[in-house]
């Protein structure tokens, strides 16, 4: 099977991102597995090299990542001009360099000239201060690429979608609509049936308020909106409950019983996914056409530069994304118009002596 094509930002090159990247190729066996294209700068990957002693790598340097070799770490050089490298420091120039390859990425993501994206971190302080208009990656790839995304954080042992992103505490309750509710539960459905092979997930919601607002006397989110949506859904045919009182359903273990979750916010889905997963999660953005993946973990300034950076997550986000790949292929494959596949096999017939044409 031919390999993947997987494009990679750099992110912060002032970050850890550099660092994981070049560690999870240090394996040669990656390359057996995905064609890895890194948009950024192969000075910047150098001076990251030579920082350690033991990070012997060679990288293809290319303008174009239509031209990536396979077996060959390929590098898609971003800008031309040597920048500062301020180890451990967000900068304006590290926002802006990680703006430049994520935009270059994109685009080729968009183009189809990569399979999937997977992303290293970007520090969002750093990006706006470069003019970057996005609170994160996933409100970027969501007005580049169109349709209705979804955060899921992945692991072997859970996995959380988010109702909301990256949004202030204060703005939390205005957010939760019916309708929010409704989206995101259809999203999660579709997305373990098509990119994680699942036949009939099971889905938790958790309430927004302590103790799923107590029947009402605790805020009125979870029973006069979050309940109604999470009936309605069930009405529709999806395997879902809720909402839960956040604390006793991690606590109890109750969330073994679900294939994921659906939490109302950012804190209330990543502590417990972070508490059970880190190092070994993956940031999924769903519901899109294009696949893009990232590590569990952020710029982590404080180690940059210490060869202390742990590249497991980084790795597993470029596994999961070939994965998703695949299975999301097969599936469009599998579900595709039964008229069409006929048609297309018909057609396939013709053209084999050996095989009488369908009539």
Known sequence: MKPLKIGISIGDINGIGPEVILKTFLNPQMLNICTPVIYGSSKVLAYHKNTFTDLHIKIVNLHEAEKAAIGKINVVNCWKESVSIDL??????????????????????KSDKIDALVTAPINKAAMQSAGFKHTGHTEFLQAELGGHSLMLMTSDNIKVGLATNHHAIKDVAGLITRELILEKIFILEKILKQDFGYERPTIAVLGLNPHAGDDGTI??????????????????????????????????????????????????????FKLLSFGEGVNFTGGLEQVRTSPDHGTAYEIAG??????????????????????????????????????????????????????
């Open 88 to 109: 451990g420091k967000p900068t304006e120039v590290s926002g802006k360099m990680a703006q430049i390859a994520l935009s270059k990425a994109v685009d080729d993501l």
């Open 219 to 272: 805020g009125a989110e979870d029973k006069k909106i979050i309940r109604p949506a999470v009936e309605a859904a069930k009405k529709k045919g999806v395997l879902v409950n809720g909402p839960f009182p956040a604390d006793g359903f991690f606590g109890s273990g109750e969330y073994r019983k679900y294939d994921v979750v659906l939490a109302m916010y950012h804190d209330q889905g990543l502590i417990p």
């Open 306 to 359: 210490k060869n202390l950076a742990n590249p497991a997550s980084f790795r597993k986000a470029i596994y999961s994304a070939i994965d998703i790949v695949r299975i999301r292929r097969r599936y469009l494959e599998d579900h595709a118009n039964p008229i069409v596949k006929r048609t297309s096999k018909m057609k396939e017939f013709s053209h084999d002596d050996d095989v009488p044409t369908e009539k």
